[in-house]
């Protein structure tokens, strides 16, 4: 099956910094990506949908300017959280739909990324 | 607007045994595509098994299952033999092939396997 890597697994950082987060389609291309954020025990909450190549679309409630999305290739989404606070602690996690031959609708996921702001 | 719901947030089943999980979903569209995934402990979502809306036979991925009802709107998931590998949270998902592909999630299901 398609593979996403998602890097770094898990960060620590310090209240004020900014984090950038990576996920790359690694067998395949992927002209559309998503990032959700899920909270301990919770189900996903979808961020924002990544196009490769044009502005991301955000969800309704997630500021743009918090969290910035770009995607300038066909194998790599990256998900910078600025200036980071407690509040931002979470587990971010990544997906793409596979973008040539018939669509199954299939998800593919990356590993997540565990942020953790000090 | 299209919503997904897991009536059951936790779930117990014995090793070799088998357990049903629950799924309901609502939507107005006529094609489309459901979903099981399965989050481990390791917190990386895999695919357990898909359906399509206009097929009316139901999936089925090895010991994994599962029954949809088109009409009632159910999906469910039954997972035989149950194994130790299995213990992990399980989401529903709906995808409206129709719309601009943004899937949606159920709550999930934390199921446990007793050794």
């Known amino acids: 099956g398609a593979v996403v890597s998602q890097h770094p697994s898990w960060v620590i950082c310090k209240s004020g910094t900014s984090v950038k987060i990576e996920c790359r389609s690694l067998?395949?291309?992927?002209?559309?990506m998503f990032w959700y954020r899920q909270f301990p025990k919770q189900s996903l909450m979808l961020m924002a949908t990544?196009?490769?190549?044009?502005?991301?679309?955000?969800e309704q409630g997630v500021e743009k300017d918090k969290f910035l999305i770009n995607h300038a290739s066909l194998t790599l989404s990256t998900l910078t959280v600025t200036s980071a606070h407690p509040e931002d602690s979470s587990f971010y996690i990544c997906?793409?739909?596979?973008?040539?031959?018939?669509?199954?609708?299939?998800?593919?996921f990356g590993e997540g990324s565990r942020l953790t702001v000090l | 607007a299209q919503t997904v719901t897991q009536s059951q947030p936790e779930m117990s089943v014995q090793e070799a045994e088998t357990v049903t999980l629950s799924c309901t979903y609502d939507t107005s569209e006529s094609d489309y595509y459901l979903f099981w995934y399965k989050q481990p402990p390791s917190r990386q979502m895999i695919l357990v098994i898909r359906q399509e809306a206009y097929k009316q036979q139901n999936a089925t991925e090895n010991r994994f299952s599962v029954n949809f009802q088109k009409a009632a709107k159910s999906f469910s998931l039954k997972i035989s033999d149950s194994q130790l590998g299995d213990a992990a949270m399980y989401f529903c998902?709906?995808?409206?092939?129709?719309?601009?592909?943004?899937?949606?999630f159920g709550p999930g299901t934390s199921l446990s396997v007793i050794p």
């Open positions: 990544s196009n490769e190549g044009s502005k991301a679309t955000y």
């Open positions: 998902a709906y995808d409206p092939k129709t719309s601009y592909d943004k899937v949606i």
């Open positions: 997906s793409a739909e596979l973008s040539m031959g018939p669509g199954t609708g299939e998800l593919f």
């Open positions: 067998d395949f291309q992927a002209t559309t």
